[in-house]
């Protein structure tokens, strides 16, 4: 079964600074991985994804992962923190095989923003 | 485009009792998933529909059980209702089946088990 691991439940940074939100995964096929945002009292939002090809990929608001397979990494970055970035950050993985449509979810990291 | 819609946004219930939760997805998605969100746990998968079928399934017990209709709308019943079902369950919609179009999240029904 796949697996995701998020180091880190809580990450500080100050406003301006690079943001680094780590991600390791276990997977025995190639993976499908994944970022998405939750803020507080709602769903979650993707911020990026990433399939095949390219393997730094650019998400919205200026996020973005680069997919690292000798490392087993998918960490996601941004280089200015903004104060509307504070919120909690799930990295994701798909299950694979004839359950690639598991979508298997890391404990989160939550984000806060110091001005 | 309407994002996706869960109802109620809020319920309290007593130990024992059941409850159904509603997804509406996003319009022409396909497939849902429902996730259990807890603080101890955090994202638990419990179930995914495409075209009225679950297609997977999370390890949680018979007493979580769910539908999608023609129109691809879903429920999530949870019959006798225990404390630690308290949590976040949240719905997510998707074009096709995941992984090869992303989750869009719905706000959650936020169900409080007394």
């Known amino acids: 079964a796949q697996s995701v691991t998020q180091l880190g439940s809580h990450v500080s940074v100050s406003e301006g600074a690079l943001v680094l939100l780590r991600c390791n995964y276990s997977?025995?096929?190639?993976?499908?991985l994944f970022w998405y945002v939750q803020y507080p009292n709602q769903g979650l939002q993707l911020l990026l994804k990433y399939t095949t090809g390219a393997t730094l990929v650019k998400g919205i608001n200026g996020f973005e992962a680069e997919f690292k397979k000798s490392e087993t990494s998918f960490h996601l970055t941004k280089p200015s923190a903004h104060m509307s970035d504070a919120a909690e950050y799930f990295c994701?993985?798909?299950?694979?095989?004839?359950?690639?449509?598991?979508?298997?979810f890391g404990s989160g990291t939550r984000l806060s923003i110091r001005p | 485009k309407a994002g996706v819609t869960q109802t109620p946004r809020y319920l309290i219930k007593t130990r024992g009792q059941q409850v159904t939760l509603s997804c509406s997805p996003i319009s022409g998605h396909r497939s849902v998933s429902w996730y259990q969100q807890t603080p101890g746990q955090g994202l638990q998968f419990l179930f995914e529909?495409?075209?009225?079928?679950?297609?997977n399934k999370g390890n949680f017990p018979g007493r979580f059980s769910g539908r999608q209709f023609s129109n691809s709308r879903s429920e999530m019943n949870v019959s006798t209702l225990e404390l630690g079902d308290s949590a976040l369950y949240l719905c997510a919609s998707s074009l096709v089946q995941p992984p090869n179009s992303p989750l869009h999240f719905g706000n959650g029904t936020r169900l409080t088990v007394t």
């Open positions: 994701a993985v798909s299950e694979g095989g004839s359950s690639a449509s598991k979508i298997i």
């Open positions: 529909y495409f075209s009225e079928t679950q297609r």
């Open positions: 997977s025995s096929v190639p993976p499908y």
